[in-house]
């Protein structure tokens, strides 16, 4: 995970953040028809209000990683153990709904990510326990920017991602699946038909983790 943002061909994986939400099945639909697989960094709060999405992420197997139980800042960054806690709460609600006791991602997404912020004291004492837990964490090196403005169009995310997604040879794309990125799941099509045309080819941490 430490080397992700390196790579001799170019590569590119999806993921999405804050899910899942009504805008998923729209998402999951997209690439089962295109045969990617995706990353998708769940709150354990939308985990058990939307469970059969969640079941259907695991089956058509996708790579379901962990964002934290609340996404509250206040909660999640008031200690690195409770960092850890929403790790775990939301790992036991992922569990629980797909029916795999064993079941654990050992891969956290910081909710804002890992640096800068007020809390940056925190969420490096919390990566310390994170990883005395066998839990990695992840941001990413591009992003369609649909958390950024209230309301994305397919063009501002299709410029965000040819922006920053520049020459990289192995990007890791951050975009959301919460209710009201819509936008998001109308782009995502023309997304990965850029991505195709500039030989990328679509990956998912299933691939790199054991």
């Given at each position: 995970?430490?080397?992700?943002?390196?790579?001799?061909?170019?590569?590119?994986?999806?993921?999405?953040?804050?899910?899942?939400?009504?805008?998923?099945?729209?998402?999951?639909?997209?690439?089962?028809?295109?045969?990617?697989?995706?990353?998708?960094?769940?709150?354990?709060?939308?985990?058990?209000?939307?469970?059969?999405?969640?079941?259907?992420?695991?089956?058509?197997?996708?790579?379901?990683?962990?964002?934290?139980?609340?996404?509250?800042?206040?909660?999640?960054?008031?200690?690195?153990?409770?960092?850890?806690?929403?790790?775990?709460?939301?790992?036991?609600?992922?569990?629980?709904?797909?029916?795999?006791?064993?079941?654990?991602?050992?891969?956290?997404?910081?909710?804002?990510?890992?640096?800068?912020?007020?809390?940056?004291?925190?969420?490096?004492?919390?990566?310390?326990?994170?990883?005395q837990n066998d839990i990695?964490?992840?941001?990413?090196?591009?992003?369609?920017?649909?958390?950024?403005?209230?309301?994305?169009?397919?063009?501002?995310?299709?410029?965000?991602?040819?922006?920053?997604?520049?020459?990289?040879?192995?990007?890791?794309?951050?975009?959301?699946?919460?209710?009201?990125?819509?936008?998001?799941?109308?782009?995502?099509?023309?997304?990965?038909?850029?991505?195709?045309?500039?030989?990328?080819?679509?990956?998912?941490?299933?691939?790199?983790?054991?």
């Amino acid at each position: 995970m430490e080397n992700i943002y390196r790579s001799e061909t170019k590569r590119a994986f999806l993921t999405f953040d804050d899910g899942p939400s009504s805008v998923t099945p729209t998402i999951l639909d997209i690439l089962k028809q295109e045969n990617i697989k995706a990353t998708f960094f769940v709150l354990g709060s939308m985990v058990k209000t939307f469970p059969e999405t969640t079941k259907r992420i695991y089956e058509e197997g996708h790579y379901i990683a962990n964002h934290g139980y609340s996404h509250s800042y206040s909660s999640i960054y008031s200690s690195p153990q409770a960092v850890l806690d929403e790790y775990n709460q939301c790992n036991d609600a992922v569990k629980n709904v797909i029916g795999v006791p064993e079941y654990n991602s050992h891969l956290f997404r910081f909710p804002g990510g890992f640096p800068g912020g007020k809390y940056v004291a925190v969420k490096k004492e919390a990566k310390q326990l994170l990883s005395q837990n066998d839990i990695l964490h992840i941001d990413w090196n591009a992003l369609s920017g649909d958390a950024q403005t209230t309301k994305p169009t397919i063009e501002y995310e299709m410029d965000n991602i040819q922006k920053t997604v520049a020459n990289k040879s192995s990007v890791v794309i951050l975009m959301h699946d919460a209710q009201a990125k819509k936008v998001t799941a109308e782009a995502l099509p023309q997304i990965i038909s850029w991505l195709r045309e500039n030989k990328y080819e679509l990956k998912s941490f299933y691939e790199i983790m054991e």
